[in-house]
């Protein structure tokens, strides 16, 4: 394991790659070092359109499951998440348009 990548162990072998590029992406959007940065989960998913859980406005997406995975990061006390499509490369999706994949247990409600 790779010293201040203590978390790599808890990401599932066929994800390392997508998750590492995930957290050195957000590494440089942010400016630190992505030794900061935890991988909170990483996992396979399906997506319920082509929009891969991130639908832009005004445009519209292939209504068809994808399969995909979704990747958890946190850092400063600020969650971000990252999604792909099939074993493609995995992209920032804002939280204000991050949608949770179909087989994501619902989120808590927010007050």
Known sequence: ????????ATVPPELRQQADFARQDLASR???DQRSIQI?????????????????PDLS???ALVPGSRITLRSGG???FYHAGGDGQPF???????QS???????AEKY
């Open 78 to 80: 600020e969650t971000f």
């Open 92 to 98: 920032h999706c804002p939280s204000e348009r991050a």
């Open 101 to 107: 994949p179909l087989d994501a247990e619902p989120e």
């Open 40 to 56: 909170q989960e990483a996992r396979r998913v399906t997506w319920p359109s082509g929009a891969i859980g991130c639908p832009q």
């Open 1 to 8: 394991m790779r010293a201040g990548f203590s978390d790599v």
């Open 61 to 63: 997406y292939t209504q």
């Open 30 to 32: 942010l400016g630190i």
